[in-house]
């Protein structure tokens, strides 16, 4: 049964992080003498239980926006009421960023995107509207009572997610709650119980409603959790993901009877955990955009693949074909075209290493593979690596050592040349000088002749470069 008796190692917990933090007591304080309550909601409660610090700090109220704003006015350093359509009003205090939420149940109309906030009284019927039990456990200030009614606790020591009220009442509020369960899952490494698994399936298309922006924010939640595979699968199992990126449950191809292919699916699920094991080569990590890329780099094979004489299977150009959906599928969930170029240029370059063999590309061509990788140069690496999932120790060895001895080439090369800024040996002035011609075309062409040529021929004297430079214009004359 819930109860909201903590054990003593729970309690030191969350009385530990009451005492580290003087401003929550202040804070409840004012709202008491105020004549209202005020209670600690939500992730920062669950992660007290667990014993995890917090940074920002969620509330819920019986004061609606303009008492609040009245009651922590002068008391905090900052104040902001972005929320207040939705009876929330942040603040900062003492380098703390707080939320301040009167009691509320969203619930949205079926074909409407935006919920309707419908203020609340008490404490019990606001925790009934969460979207987990985990999430509903609650801190009362200034008195630091626990309030947990749901069983949040023993779902936590289940690893388990349940909802407060049916499952189906929850999503029917909020659709996104469905999203949020795979999150949770990715970030916790929790199990959805059954019955939620069963209402995500039921009503999947009801995720139609939450925009696309909503969406694409759980996403990347998930995506930079602990267990992201675990969120992911929970998504295509469901049927969520033929929502909103139906690309990747696309991958799932029968097999053929001979199995000559790999399941792509599983594959891209593989180099999406490989890849976040190389994420240490990176300034920062957890890193988005390589997740995204291993995710998604393989999801032009559906439409590419061809059965040739023999059972042989093919996916010619699923790189290229991979790039343009990676790019739809993320303008359409609002991601910005900084993410969005980057992660459709990786999809795009990810076959490229294989044209290396055995390691027998010249410096020019080194070049080229540097100059298109641009900025996502390191992130390819990582790309490149994890897209090996094969299980032959021997062939993934040499792969291994190919790959290792191009990363050498590279830094020798980009040591005596500069290769991240390979620009020609001359500029446009010098280029307009020499071929006494004006701003226009016939510049840019000249310019990408001598780039192709620095490539080829890596760094030339500026007599060399004017030498071939006319030879070329006299030749196209």
């Given amino acids: 049964m819930p109860t909201s008796t903590l054990t003593p190692e729970r309690r030191a917990r969350i009385d530990g992080i009451l005492d580290a933090n003087p401003f929550l007591a202040e804070v409840g304080a004012l709202f008491e003498a105020a004549g209202h309550e005020l209670a600690i909601v939500g992730g920062p409660v669950r992660d007290a239980v667990l014993g995890r610090p917090g940074t ?4 819920t109220t019986s004061a609606r926006p303009d008492d609040i704003e009245r009651i922590v006015g002068s008391w905090a350093d900052a104040m902001w009421d972005v929320g207040r359509e939705f009876g929330t009003i942040g603040l900062r205090k003492g380098g703390h960023d707080l939320e301040i939420t009167t009691y509320r149940s969203d619930a949205y109309d079926i074909a409407s995107r935006k919920p309707e ?60 709650r469905m999203m949020r369960a795979a999150r ?78 790999k399941d792509v699916y599983e594959h891209s699920l593989t180099v999406l955990e490989q890849a976040i094991a190389l994420e240490g080569r990176l300034e920062e990590q957890p890193d988005l955009v390589i997740r995204l890329a291993a995710l998604l780099h393989d999801i032009g094979k559906p439409k590419t693949r061809r059965f040739a004489a023999g059972g042989t299977v093919t996916f010619h150009h699923h790189d290229v074909v991979g790039a343009k959906l990676a790019r739809k599928r993320m303008r359409a969930l609002r991601y910005s075209n900084d993410v969005t170029d980057q992660v459709a240029t990786l999809v795009e370059l990810h076959l490229r290493f294989h044209g290396y063999g055995s390691g027998e590309w010249t ?42 001895e191009l990363e050498q080439r590279i830094a020798v090369l980009a040591e005596q040349e500069e290769l991240s800024s390979i620009r020609p040996d ?37 007599a060399d470069a004017t030498e071939a430079l006319k030879a070329f214009w006299n030749a196209r004359s």
Avoid: C
Avoid at 56 to 59: E, I, L, N, T, Y
Avoid at 372 to 388: C, F, K, N, V, Y
């Fill in 184 to 261: 949770f899952v990715s970030q916790l490494g929790f199990t959805a119980a059954p019955e939620v698994v069963a209402a995500m399936t039921e009503m999947a298309s009801r995720l139609e409603i939450v925009s696309a922006e909503r969406i694409r924010d759980e996403l990347n939640k998930l995506l930079l959790g602990a267990h992201p595979v675990a969120g992911l699968r929970l998504l295509v199992k469901t049927g969520l993901a033929a929502q909103m990126l139906p690309e990747l449950p696309a991958l799932i191809l029968e097999r053929d009877e001979h199995h000559r292919h």
């Fill in 56 to 59: 920002d700090w969620d509330f």
């Fill in 117 to 176: 906030v419908q203020f609340g009284d008490t404490l019990d019927g606001d925790l009934s509207r969460r979207d987990f039990a985990v999430n509903a456990m609650a801190i009362r200030l200034p008195s630091a009572e626990f309030v947990d009614l749901f069983g949040g606790q023993r779902d936590l020591d289940d690893e388990l997610l349940r909802t407060p009220v049916t499952p189906e009442q929850s999503f029917s509020d909020d659709p996104l």
């Fill in 363 to 404: 410096d020019s061509a080194v070049r080229r593979y540097v100059r298109d990788a641009g900025d996502q140069l390191e992130r390819l690496h990582i790309l490149t690596r994890a897209d090996s999932t094969t299980r032959n120790q021997k062939k993934a060895l040499r792969l291994q050592r190919t790959y290792d």
């Fill in 426 to 462: 001359l500029d446009g002035a010098q280029i307009m000088k020499i071929l006494d011609i004006p701003p226009g075309p016939e510049v840019g062409e000249a310019y990408r002749f001598l780039l192709d040529l620095r490539m080829d021929r890596g760094p030339l004297s500026e």
